[in-house]
């Protein structure tokens, strides 16, 4: 089992998240991005290992779920690993070790080298994204 989390079109109530449904949930946390861009069709992150001391980074709410290898991979084919999105391993701000999904920043820049969050949320200096 892993345990993957989740910041966009898989959370709850998103249009994603039938492939993650039967997964254990197991709480919300938050993780950070050096960049992030929450105003298309799904959100693109490039996240980092939650630290204190990191500045320049935006803290990003994200829903914890462990699945197993068969949903694992469903969600590599929806995430489009390895040529949209790579797998990362990080640290949540609670000290969870997490798979979380990464834009492939390598690809051409599908959003500018701001962080735009036309579609997110803030709470205090945490950005939740939603298509709502």
Not at 20 to 27: D, P, V, Y
Not at 30 to 43: D, E, I, L, M, S
Not at 57 to 72: C, L, M, R, S, W
Request: proline share 3%.
């Amino acid at each position: 089992m892993q345990k993957v989390a989740v910041y966009g079109t898989l959370k709850k109530g998103e249009g994603n998240h039938g492939l993650i449904s039967q997964a254990t949930f197991l709480g919300t946390d938050v993780v950070q991005a050096t960049h992030f861009q929450g105003n298309y069709w799904f959100p693109m992150g490039i996240f980092v290992s939650y630290n204190e001391d990191n500045h320049d980074v935006y803290n990003i709410a994200v829903e914890i779920y462990e699945v197993d290898k068969p949903t694992e991979a469903r969600l590599d084919i929806l995430e489009g690993v390895p040529n949209l999105y790579t797998k990362a391993y990080i640290k949540t701000k609670n000290g969870e070790n997490v798979l979380i999904y990464n834009y492939n920043w390598n690809l051409p820049k599908a959003f500018s080298s701001e962080t735009q969050t036309n579609n997110c949320t803030k709470e205090g200096d945490i950005l939740s994204w939603s298509r709502k």
